[in-house]
């Protein structure tokens, strides 16, 4: 079975540019989350999508949005790139109902905000 | 989310046993205890995880104090590729939410 993959791996932006990533969970798992990881802050939750609907939101401003497909594939949009911003995204999609909340994250993708 | 508590850093040698400790005193008695790794340049793994009884799998082993307060994961035999940042998570599964919280996580090096 194909783990969790994200693209793009790799991405530079100027500051107040806009970014989307994308996330495709394992087939057959509903709920993906996301998570920003940074040298000072490490990982934080971003927000958690399941059946299209944002179930959890973290503690981040209004620029960083998602969404969810029918297809469980997940974007997040950042807009209004700040230096701030630069960092590793992270995915993690997660069988729902599977009682221990395994979560199976992606290799991220790296945006750097010029 | 309750806290938990992790050394910032921790040896070991190749082959020999690791105790990575977690103290979570504030632990709520629908808490599960999670334990995740992360590779140097890749996302974190799941490890391991329980409520109140000891559990082990291929990966490690999870001893669960008594009292719920503390735990420890247990590598068996430590290679170089057990070289991470190890997290130590408390997830309430009732509260439905699949939030993970993490901590700074107690980085192990192996020592060839």
């Known amino acids: 079975k194909a783990g969790v993959t994200q693209t793009p791996r790799y991405l530079i932006k100027t500051r107040g540019q806009q970014v989307t990533l994308s996330c495709s969970p394992i087939s057959g798992h509903r709920s993906v989350s996301w998570y920003q990881q940074t040298p000072g802050q490490g990982l934080q939750f971003l927000f958690e999508y399941f059946s299209e609907t944002q179930r959890n939101k973290g503690n981040f401003p209004g620029r960083f949005s998602g969404r969810q497909f029918s297809n469980s594939r997940s974007e997040m949009n950042v807009s209004t ?34 | 989310d309750a806290k938990t508590t ?17 103290n979570h005193s504030t632990i709520s008695g629908t808490d599960y205890i999670h334990w995740y790794r992360q590779l140097p340049s890749q996302g974190p793994e ?39 940042v190890y997290y130590c998570i408390l997830i309430n599964l009732g509260a439905g939410s699949y939030q993970l919280t993490f901590g700074k996580g107690t980085k192990l090096s192996v020592i060839p």
């Not at chain 1, 790139?81 to 009682?99: K, N």
């Not at chain 2, 329980?50 to 001893?63: E, H, I, K, Y």
Request: aromatic share 4%; net charge negative.
């Open chain 1, 81 to 114: 790139l700040e230096l701030g911003d630069s960092a590793l995204y992270l995915c993690a999609s997660s069988l729902v109902g599977s009682g221990n909340n395994e979560q199976f994250f992606g290799p991220g993708t790296r945006l750097t905000v010029l």
């Open chain 2, 6 to 22: 992790q050394p910032n850093s921790m040896e070991s040698n190749e082959e020999e046993p690791v105790h990575l400790p977690c």
């Open chain 2, 46 to 84: 799941y490890v391991i995880h329980g409520l109140t009884s000891n559990v082990n799998n291929r990966m490690a082993s999870l001893a669960i104090a008594e009292d719920r307060k503390s735990s420890t994961l247990i590598l068996h035999r430590a290679t170089l590729r057990d070289a991470a």
